[in-house]
């Protein structure tokens, strides 16, 4: 009862859109696949053949939730809306977590070891998103909706993009509770690399322009031809024709 009474107040607390008691009782298909896993997981760690995993499958034809009956999740864990969501049978989630639709906590290998992910306390994964191996994702991390992460990170991180990459860890302000639902605040890592290339083409546009006011001095040997300037002169814009032509199957895709 008390483990109960902790699951309601979990659903109250981190969503707002829960009314009531009977609400979440009759309405939440994440709190339902909880329930039927805590038989499955019982049943499995006392060795019973096939009814967990017969236990695990109802769940999931119930909640739309499959969770493996090997797995091992933590108090307070909210799997909010739920559709979709697959847990591995040597996953580790630890309390507080929160875990949105369609995310996957999957193995990369065919080992009967420990081949999925940990996830310690208070970690958030958006919907969608994908932590795939034996990795470690630290406590109150946050991983951004349809990420796929394939590698462990600190605590505290945030973790965007395929593959997912390890932005810079979050301010002390952010890392309270109710910020963590705030999505729309993680951080581009693309826009922030297009953002820094249009800055260097800004810088080399300037240095170009100032380049092209100074005199330009073309060194000969002694006694060259009419011919060799020439010759020089035709080699400086064949160089610019071919640099030109180079950029331009970039952009085409040609040059992909």
């Known amino acids: 009862m008390t483990r109960l009474l902790e699951d309601l107040r979990t659903i109250r607390r981190k969503d707002p859109a829960a009314r009531n008691v009977v609400e979440i009782l009759l309405c939440y298909p994440g709190l339902h696949a909880q329930w039927f896993h ?16 017969l236990v695990s499958h109802v769940s999931r034809f119930l909640t739309g939730i499959e969770i493996h009956p090997g797995a091992t999740l933590g108090r307070r864990v909210f799997i909010d809306h739920g559709m979709g969501v697959v847990i591995g049978e040597t996953a ?12 996957t906590l999957g ?6 070891g420990k081949r999925h992910p940990t996830l310690e ?24 909706s349809g990420s796929v992460v394939i590698k462990s990170c600190p605590p505290h991180s945030t973790v965007v993009g395929i593959p997912g990459r390890v932005l810079e860890d979050r301010p002390a302000e952010e890392q309270k509770p109710g910020h963590e639902l705030e999505h729309a605040r993680l951080p581009d890592p693309t826009a922030r690399a297009i953002t820094a290339l249009h800055d260097q083409v800004g810088r080399l546009a300037r240095e170009i322009a100032e380049l092209r006011q100074r ?9 060259a031809s009419q011919a060799d300037i020439e010759a020089a002169f035709r080699s400086i814009r064949e160089g610019e024709d071919d640099a030109r032509a180079t950029a331009m199957e970039l952009v085409s895709g040609a040059g992909i």
């Open 38 to 53: 805590r038989l499955a997981h019982a049943l499995w760690r006392m060795r019973v053949p096939v009814l967990p995993r």
């Open 215 to 223: 005199p330009v001095e073309l060194v000969l040997p002694r006694g």
């Open 121 to 144: 306390s208070h970690v958030v994964v958006g919907s969608g998103a994908k932590v795939l191996g034996d990795i470690t994702l630290g406590a109150h991390s946050r991983v951004g």
């Open 107 to 112: 193995g990369t290998s065919l080992s009967p």
């Open 92 to 103: 580790v989630v630890g309390d507080d977590c929160l875990i949105y639709q369609g995310v």
